[in-house]
C-alpha cells in the first residue's frame, strides 16, 4: 500500500503542449475572502451610538478600509477594518454601559432619599410636651 504523499495517478495522461513539451500547473488553495470593513455598523453607530466620537471614526476607518479592498490592497483592508471593529464595539459598549449607570445612579438616589424623608418624616412628626424644656 503506497502511503507517499502527494498521491498522484500514474495512469493518469501528462498533459503536453502542442509542441510535445510538458508543463506543470500550480494550483493555489482556495481564495481569502476579502476582509470585512463594517461599514453598516459604522454608520448605525455613527447616526444612533455616537458617544464621544467613537461611531465617527469607526465609519472613517470603515471608508478607508473599503478604499483600500478595492484598491487591491487587503492587508491595509484588514488593519483598518479591524480598528474600524474596535471603534464600533467601544462606541456600542459606551451607548450601552451610560444608560445603565445613569440608571442604577438615579435608583440608588432615589432609595436614598425615599430613606432621608421616612426619617425626617418621623423626626418631624414627634411631638414635644412643655416637660421636655424644662
Known sequence: MDTSYPREDPRA????KADGAAHTALTLGAP???PRDHLIW???STLYLNVCCLGFLALAYSIKARDQK???????????GSKAKCYNILATMWALVLPL???????TGALHLSR????SAAFFSTKFDDSDYD
Open 13 to 16: 495522461p501528462t498533459p503536453r
Open 32 to 34: 481569502r475572502p476579502p
Open 42 to 44: 459604522s454608520v448605525f
Open 70 to 80: 478595492v484598491a487591491g490592497d487587503l492587508e491595509a483592508a484588514g488593519r483598518l
Open 101 to 107: 449607570l445613569l440608571l442604577a445612579l438615579v435608583v
Open 116 to 119: 432621608l424623608a421616612k426619617d
